[in-house]
């Protein structure tokens, strides 16, 4: 059940999104826009109560249940940023608005900015941990949900290999060119 959920909460994301944008930028309407871009976090709240009632209603744990939390910790973290970029993206494409926020190409703005990056990342498995652990907690019986713990474990390869790209762009920075005067 709990992994239709998530499936279910990553389209509805995305088609809410769709739709909020399509409904402010294409149809002009506002309101109905902002009602929808509104709804989007209410999907992690689905997400949070379906996986919790599903464990306390005996569920065995499984991996289902460490993706619901790290989709939910994603979406703490990274859901406003990336409802900022597709708003961004769809006004330049559809309503003739600026180009998008890039990052920065190379040299040490572009390291500071991978940085940001991965310390985001290490507050969203936080956030995915402190789920789990709250889930552990709320079952009480270790036999259940020793599949959250493993998942932890796994999930934790995550913010290790995501240090590649500031650790690369800080020991080895990418010259950025600069205009002739």
């Known amino acids: 059940m709990i992994l239709a959920v998530v ?37 992690d709240v689905i997400l949070l109560a379906a996986a919790v009632i599903d464990m306390r209603g005996g569920a065995q744990a499984a991996w289902h249940h460490g993706l619901a939390a790290a989709y939910l910790a994603y979406s703490v ?9 597709a708003d961004a993206t769809f006004a330049h494409r559809f309503a003739g608005g600026p180009e998008p926020w890039k990052p920065p190409a190379g040299g040490m703005a572009r390291a500071w900015y991978e940085w940001g990056i991965w310390l985001r990342i290490v507050l969203a498995y936080g956030i995915a941990c402190a789920l789990l652990f709250g889930l552990i907690w709320i079952v009480d019986d270790p036999s259940r949900t020793a599949a959250l713990t493993a998942f932890m ?18 020991l080895f920075p990418k010259k950025v060119a600069t205009s002739p005067e």
């Open 7 to 43: 499936i279910g909460c990553e389209i509805g994301f995305w088609v809410l999104l769709g739709l909020g944008l399509a409904s402010r930028y294409l149809w002009g309407m506002r309101r109905l826009s902002t009602a929808l871009l509104i709804s989007v976090p209410l999907l």
């Open 153 to 170: 474990g796994g999930l934790l390869k995550v913010p290790l290999i995501a240090a590649l790209w500031p650790v690369s762009y800080t």
């Open 77 to 85: 973290v990274f859901g406003h940023r990336t409802v900022k970029w």
